[in-house]
């Protein structure tokens, strides 16, 4: 048993007596895929009014029971995070940049009108997971354990208030390459659909964003392409986001632009750190609006050159098309571009640990 940080919790951990076997998991390792395999254990840890954060276990993964009538169910009280645990080149397993997930779990939480949890914990009970589980991170390029932590109203009540009960529980999936198709720049497809408005929970990690992305993105995929992109909603005109990454576009001379955050875009932590990053190439990085007219002529011109997305999930994955109803125009020479690769393997080496890192932003836990 072991103290949480700065929260009083006794930390408990159960034993899984139903273990994968070695060899079953790594049939899972040589073929991870995203998202679809799970490992041995989970984290959770409840909330009551009153008492505050309680009985923090870490044990076997199993299925949570919950009363038909908890608020989840009904109003969708829950908010979520991604981040990875990566094997670096000295053997040590690392996660990147963890403290702001903790910190943007809670500025979703104060969204949704959930409880914070202390960002030592939130840390620390991932650090717990991935010290339990590390058999289950995959080696090779583009290779991770990919966590899902994660917060639901756990309250059986119908009345429209926020929750008095939650419980937050982490879970992690061994991931290799975000993308399936194989292409060396993804196709996105220009929604018609609005992903948020201005007040709303754009820019919180909620699973309502995401199921309001559900149908323009099976169109998307309909239509042949890897992913969707939303224009705002007030004169859906400027871009805002993919369904689940964050853009940059890349100038003839040599300038980078990226969406302001409004309140309607996640202010992504793969974003943030190809800000820091590009801005020490010597690059001049601005954040504002750009419209889909702009891209299409700027593509068009040869005056924007690069367009790429980044996320925890993809990294960073160069955008070769765009289509809508208005037909499609292509990037560049619809391939990755020099400065995308560039941007990727500077973050890249140093989320592996072959570069050295000069922010804090890796945290060795093993």
Same mark, same amino acid.
Request: hydrophobic share 45%; proline share 5%.
């Given at each position: ?6 929260a ?41 009014d ?22 989840v ?8 995070? /991604?981040?990875? !645990?990566? *094997? ?5 397993? @690392?996660?990147?940049? &963890?403290? $702001?997930? +903790? ?33 289950w ?46 292409a ?5 497809w ?9 007040? /709303?929970?754009? !820019?919180? *990690? ?5 199921? @309001?992305?559900?149908? &323009?993105? $099976?169109? +998307? ?88 997305a ?57």
């Open positions: 048993m072991a103290i949480l940080a700065d009083g919790l006794t930390f408990t951990t159960l034993a899984n007596s139903a273990l994968t076997s070695d060899e079953a998991r790594a049939a899972v390792l040589a073929n991870p895929g995203f998202g679809t395999h799970f490992t041995d254990h989970m984290v959770t840890i409840d909330w009551t009153g008492k505050g954060w309680h009985d923090a276990v870490i044990g076997p993964r199993q299925p949570i029971a919950l009363d038909p009538a908890a608020a169910l009904h109003y969708a009280q829950e908010i979520f995070e /991604g981040l990875k !645990a990566y *094997k670096q080149a000295d053997g040590a397993i @690392a996660l990147f940049r &963890p403290e $702001a997930n +903790a910190a943007r779990f809670n500025q979703s939480a104060r969204r949704l009108a959930m409880p914070d949890l202390p960002e030592a914990v939130f840390v620390e009970a991932i650090e717990k997971l991935v010290q339990l589980d590390r058999a991170i995959p080696e090779g390029e583009g290779a991770s354990l990919y966590l899902r932590p994660f917060m639901i109203a756990t309250e059986a009540f119908l009345g429209v208030r926020p929750a008095r009960q939650y419980k937050f529980i982490v879970i992690a999936s061994p991931a290799g390459n975000y993308f399936k198709s194989g060396p720049a993804v196709s996105i220009v929604s018609d659909y609005t992903r948020a408005a201005p007040g /709303g929970t754009g !820019a919180a *990690k909620c699973g309502g964003n995401y199921a @309001a992305s559900l149908v &323009p993105q $099976a169109e +998307a995929i309909a239509a042949g392409h890897d992913q969707v992109v939303f224009l705002d909603a007030a004169e859906h005109k400027w871009i805002e986001e993919l369904g689940g990454m964050n853009l940059y576009f890349v100038f003839n001379d040599g300038t980078l632009l990226t969406p302001e955050l409004t309140g309607t875009i996640l202010p992504g932590i793969t974003r943030d750190s190809l800000l820091q990053l590009a801005r020490e190439e010597g690059l001049t990085v601005s954040e504002g609006r750009y419209s889909l007219d702009e891209w299409r002529a700027d593509a068009a011109s040869g005056k924007l050159v690069e367009t790429f980044c996320g925890t999930a993809a990294v960073v994955t160069p955008v070769g098309k765009v289509s809508g109803r208005d037909g499609e125009f292509t990037i560049g020479s619809g391939g990755p571009g020099q400065l995308t690769g560039k941007l990727k393997n500077r973050l890249v080496s140093i989320q592996r640990g072959d570069a050295p890192d000069t922010h804090g932003w890796i945290r060795k836990i093993a």
